[in-house]
Structure formats: structure tokens, C-alpha cells
């Protein structure tokens, strides 16, 4: 089987929807299967000689839409090479046209929404929902409703998506999603990420590792951690990820105005070994996110046996609490200081517990091999049911 993966881009600096793919493709091409890349980026990305599969470049796609005339064209050529079309994402030219072009040739194609018709933006982004709604009934909407399936990465996730428009129609499918894990040398990754930052040796420190964005709710965390973590304490914050909006200018603001930027670390986007280290030395990992479809780096964490402190927007909150692998909370500030007050109350043996479920819960349901035996046992059926 020959799978062809669609995204608007596979710059890592995008979050979870790349690494997920990348990380999917390790489990399938170990097993005989072949995974391939058709995305928007141009040729000439430094990014893209560091994408593990291969990536079949059609752009720089314009603006933030990502318009190319050179999409259409290759996919027209080369669809016959492929059995199986997953596009990645939506709202962008690289799902309109993939269902334009799948559907003029007769295949068929599945889409991962990836959280994006979440009701959240509706809420938050008002004047851009204006602008979704009339794109929608002629643009994306047939995208979905023509897709062979839709997945969704958890039960909240699908039962979200259906109140954000009301002309709505899919063929939802929930299939498993998750990631391999820590790999590497554990004890040479702690003493890398300490050699970076050596101030934080013997200090206990939060984790917060994902885009610096404002769904993210990290200005929540940097007045819950001034609020509930007491002046004299030694606990520190860590806030690693690509600050796209330039938004730390006034996350700057908020922790100079409660004194405690010395207690903040910004090592900006972290990679390979020093990724694990930042998660192997730290306490406890925080994500106080407004929306979360499923969110790779909280399942990397507790592949580290590191508890998760979450908000109940990241849509594997329950599993989360019933595997007590962590705590979860409203995504306000009195539920983020909640968060971060409970786990500092809880004793020495409550939280070592909680390191020991974090592991068992990562590899009872979201370790990759389960993730991607789940989608290729639907792409073989699907696809067997076509030949009969």
C-alpha cells in the first residue's frame, strides 16, 4: 500500500498535525507500508531535507490560503501511484483542491480535521467566523461531506465539530492517534538540555513545550504560576516553543508585572535530544489550552513518565484523569491556578504514582504501533471493499 499524505506545510513549527505524520510513517514503513508528501512548501525550504519522508514540493503556495496552480497539475499526474489520499487540515488550498482533483478522477479520500472545526474559534475569532461562513456551504463543507471518512482523534473532538456550522454532514470516524515516544539515551538527554541551561540545575521547573500562541493559554499559566507558587520556592517555569505571533512581548509584560521574569525560561523551539531532556528534568508538564483536539507533546510527556497538568479543552482530558496519569481543570485562571495548587499540595508518593500511571497510560492508548495498526486496518478494509 502507497499512502500519500496532504498538508499545507511540514515546517515542524506548525504543531502536532506534521509530527503526527512523521510519526505514523516510521510505524508504517516498518511494516511494508510506503507513506509520501505532497505539500505546499517551496522546494527550496531548509526545513524540508529534515522531513524524514518524502516530500513532494508544490509551491511556496501564496499567501495564507497557500494558492498553487502547480498542485493541481501534479496531482492530476501522479494520483494512479498512490491508494490511499489523507489530507491533512483544512481552510487552505491544499484541501480544496486535493477533493477537486480526487473527486474528478474517482478516489476516494479521508481528512484529518486536526481540532480545526472546533466551536472555540467560532467564539473567539468572531469576524473570521463571518469569513468561514461564507466559505463554507461552497469551499469546505463539500470537502468533508464528499471525504470517504472524516477522523477524529477523540470522542469530544467529532461531537465538537458538529456545532460550529449548521449545514453539516460527515462520515465521522474516532481512530486512535499517538506518537513513539521518548527514544534516546535518557541520562544524556537530561545532562544536554542542563548544559543549555545551566542555571536550572537542581531546580525544579514546569513545562510548558508547544507554539506560543494565544489558544494555548499561556498567559493563564504566567499569572497562575505568579499566584500559586510561593516567592521563596525554587520552582521554575519553563516555556518552550516558535513564538509565531510575537506574542512573548506581552507575556513579557505580565511576568514583569508579578516579578517573576527571573523565574521564567524561554529557550524558544526545542528539537531531538534536548526536547527529551527539557522533559525527562522537569517536574511536571503544563497545557492550559483553550483547544486541544489531542496534543502530541501531552502524550510525549507522559511517554517520559511525566504527569500532565491540563485544561479540560485538550479533548484527552478524560483519559488523562481516569488513568490518573495528571489533573486537569477549567481553562480559565482560577482553574490554572487549580491545576498548579493541587499538584504542589499533593505529597512525595501521591505524585511518584502519578509518574508511574503517566507511562502506563502512554502506552496503554496513545503509543504509535496501536494508532497506526487502527488506520491501516481501515484503509485495507476500505479498500478491499472497493475491489469486491
Same mark, same amino acid.
Given at each position: 500500500?502507497?499512502?500519500?499524505?496532504?498538508?499545507?506545510?511540514?515546517?515542524?513549527?506548525?504543531?502536532?498535525?506534521?509530527?503526527?505524520?512523521?510519526?505514523?510513517?516510521?510505524?508504517?514503513?516498518?511494516?511494508?507500508?510506503?507513506?509520501?508528501?505532497?505539500?505546499?512548501?517551496?522546494?527550496?525550504?531548509?526545513?524540508?531535507?529534515?522531513?524524514?519522508?518524502?516530500?513532494?514540493?508544490?509551491?511556496?503556495?501564496?499567501?495564507?490560503?497557500?494558492?498553487?496552480?502547480?498542485?493541481?497539475?501534479?496531482?492530476?499526474?501522479?494520483?494512479?501511484?498512490?491508494?490511499?489520499?489523507?489530507?491533512?487540515?483544512?481552510?487552505?488550498?491544499?484541501?480544496?483542491?486535493?477533493?477537486?482533483?480526487?473527486?474528478?478522477?474517482?478516489?476516494?479520500?479521508?481528512?484529518?480535521?486536526?481540532?480545526?472545526?472546533?466551536?472555540?474559534?467560532? /467564539?473567539?475569532?468572531? !469576524? %473570521?467566523?463571518?469569513?468561514? *461562513? #461564507? @466559505?463554507?456551504?461552497?469551499?469546505?463543507?463539500?470537502?468533508?461531506? &464528499?471525504?470517504?471518512?472524516?477522523?477524529?482523534?477523540?470522542?469530544?473532538?467529532?461531537?465538537?465539530?458538529?456545532?460550529?456550522?449548521?449545514?453539516?454532514?460527515?462520515?465521522?470516524?474516532?481512530?486512535?492517534?499517538?506518537?513513539?515516544?521518548?527514544?534516546?539515551?535518557?541520562?544524556?538527554?537530561?545532562?544536554?538540555?542542563?548544559? /543549555?541551561?545551566?542555571? !536550572? %540545575?537542581?531546580?525544579?521547573? *514546569? #513545562? @510548558?513545550?508547544?507554539?506560543?500562541?494565544?489558544?494555548?493559554?499561556? &498567559?493563564?499559566?504566567?499569572?497562575?504560576?505568579?499566584?500559586?507558587?510561593?516567592?521563596?520556592?525554587?520552582?521554575?517555569?519553563?516555556?518552550?516553543?516558535?513564538?509565531?505571533?510575537?506574542?512573548?512581548?506581552?507575556?513579557?509584560?505580565?511576568?514583569?508585572?508579578?516579578?517573576?521574569?527571573?523565574?521564567?525560561?524561554?529557550?524558544?523551539?526545542?528539537?531531538?535530544?534536548?526536547?527529551?531532556?527539557?522533559? #525527562?528534568?522537569?517536574?511536571?508538564?503544563?497545557?492550559?489550552?483553550?483547544?486541544?483536539?489531542?496534543?502530541?507533546?501531552?502524550?510525549?510527556?507522559?511517554?517520559?513518565?511525566?504527569?500532565?497538568?491540563?485544561?479540560?479543552?485538550?479533548?484527552?482530558?478524560?483519559?488523562?484523569?481516569?488513568?490518573?496519569?495528571?489533573?486537569?481543570?477549567?481553562?480559565?485562571?482560577?482553574?490554572?491556578?487549580?491545576?498548579?495548587?493541587?499538584?504542589?499540595?499533593?505529597?512525595?508518593?501521591?505524585?511518584?504514582?502519578?509518574?508511574?500511571?503517566?507511562?502506563?497510560?502512554?502506552?496503554?492508548?496513545?503509543?504509535?504501533?496501536?494508532?497506526?495498526?487502527?488506520?491501516?486496518?481501515?484503509?485495507?478494509?476500505?479498500?478491499?471493499?472497493?475491489?469486491?
Amino acid at each position: 500500500m502507497k499512502i500519500l499524505h496532504i498538508i499545507r506545510s511540514v515546517n515542524s513549527e506548525g504543531g502536532g498535525p506534521i509530527e503526527g505524520i512523521k510519526q505514523l510513517s516510521k510505524y508504517k514503513k516498518q511494516n511494508g507500508y510506503f507513506v509520501e508528501i505532497l505539500s505546499l512548501d517551496s522546494p527550496d525550504a531548509l526545513y524540508i531535507k529534515d522531513c524524514p519522508v518524502k516530500v513532494h514540493t508544490v509551491g511556496p503556495g501564496t499567501g495564507s490560503y497557500g494558492y498553487s496552480r502547480k498542485f493541481i497539475v501534479w496531482l492530476l499526474k501522479h494520483h494512479q501511484e498512490y491508494d490511499v489520499f489523507v489530507v491533512n487540515g483544512i481552510w487552505q488550498y491544499h484541501s480544496f483542491a486535493a477533493r477537486n482533483v480526487l473527486n474528478k478522477v474517482n478516489r476516494n479520500y479521508y481528512i484529518f480535521t486536526h481540532g480545526m472545526l472546533d466551536p472555540w474559534f467560532k /467564539h473567539q475569532y468572531r !469576524l %473570521k467566523h463571518l469569513k468561514k *461562513l #461564507l @466559505y463554507w456551504r461552497w469551499g469546505e463543507y463539500p470537502v468533508l461531506r &464528499d471525504a470517504k471518512r472524516v477522523f477524529f482523534t477523540s470522542e469530544d473532538e467529532k461531537i465538537l465539530s458538529r456545532q460550529t456550522f449548521s449545514l453539516y454532514h460527515c462520515r465521522e470516524t474516532v481512530v486512535n492517534y499517538g506518537t513513539s515516544g521518548h527514544q534516546g539515551n535518557a541520562s544524556d538527554q537530561r545532562q544536554l538540555f542542563l548544559e /543549555h541551561f545551566p542555571h !536550572l %540545575k537542581n531546580k525544579p521547573y *514546569l #513545562l @510548558y513545550l508547544s507554539r506560543i500562541h494565544p489558544k494555548k493559554g499561556v &498567559d493563564l499559566l504566567i499569572e497562575a504560576f505568579a499566584k500559586s507558587v510561593n516567592a521563596d520556592s525554587d520552582l521554575q517555569l519553563v516555556i518552550a516553543g516558535p513564538d509565531q505571533t510575537d506574542w512573548k512581548i506581552e507575556l513579557d509584560k505580565i511576568a514583569e508585572k508579578y516579578g517573576i521574569s527571573h523565574k521564567i525560561t524561554w529557550p524558544g523551539m526545542l528539537k531531538g535530544d534536548i526536547k527529551w531532556g527539557a522533559y #525527562l528534568n522537569a517536574e511536571a508538564f503544563v497545557l492550559p489550552s483553550h483547544q486541544e483536539n489531542f496534543g502530541i507533546v501531552v502524550a510525549e510527556a507522559l511517554s517520559c513518565s511525566l504527569p500532565v497538568l491540563i485544561s479540560n479543552k485538550v479533548n484527552i482530558w478524560q483519559e488523562i484523569i481516569k488513568d490518573n496519569a495528571g489533573l486537569a481543570s477549567d481553562d480559565n485562571l482560577a482553574g490554572t491556578i487549580d491545576l498548579l495548587s493541587r499538584w504542589q499540595q499533593l505529597d512525595t508518593s501521591s505524585q511518584n504514582q502519578i509518574r508511574e500511571n503517566a507511562r502506563n497510560c502512554f502506552l496503554q492508548r496513545f503509543e504509535i504501533t496501536r494508532a497506526s495498526a487502527n488506520l491501516l486496518n481501515i484503509f485495507e478494509k476500505d479498500l478491499a471493499a472497493i475491489k469486491n
